[in-house]
């Protein structure tokens, strides 16, 4: 079993805090049946996750606790992301990133 404690200063892309149920959502987005993620893989040998205290998440919304904010989201074509105002952890050393999905892997 493992345990994670989650930095008490960490905030989700609109401003709330960033809570353990926000990344329980997140961990059982990529485990979920018929998910697509390639982060699926990653996460091959997680039996169970759960956390304590208050929730929030919005995959939908594309609200993330990351360095970088998704502008624009196509799936399978790729994904726009500008660096969040307020980023104060390592891993940020750009402005801006677009992804570009090249699903033929003769192509890749």
């Known amino acids: 079993m493992c345990t994670f404690s989650l930095n008490q200063n960490a905030s989700v892309h609109d401003g709330r805090k960033f809570t353990s149920k926000g990344a329980l959502v997140s961990i059982k987005h990529h485990l979920g049946e018929?998910?697509?993620?390639?982060?699926?893989?990653?996460?091959?040998n997680v039996v169970d996750v759960r956390a304590d205290g208050d929730g929030n998440a919005d995959w939908e919304g594309g609200v993330g606790a990351g360095p970088y904010r998704i502008t624009s989201f196509n799936a399978g074509l790729g994904a726009e992301l500008v660096k969040r105002d307020g980023w104060r952890g390592t891993g940020a050393w750009v402005d801006a990133v677009n992804l570009v999905a090249i699903n033929d892997p003769n192509a890749r």
């Open 34 to 44: 018929g998910s697509t993620s390639a982060a699926k893989s990653l996460l091959i």
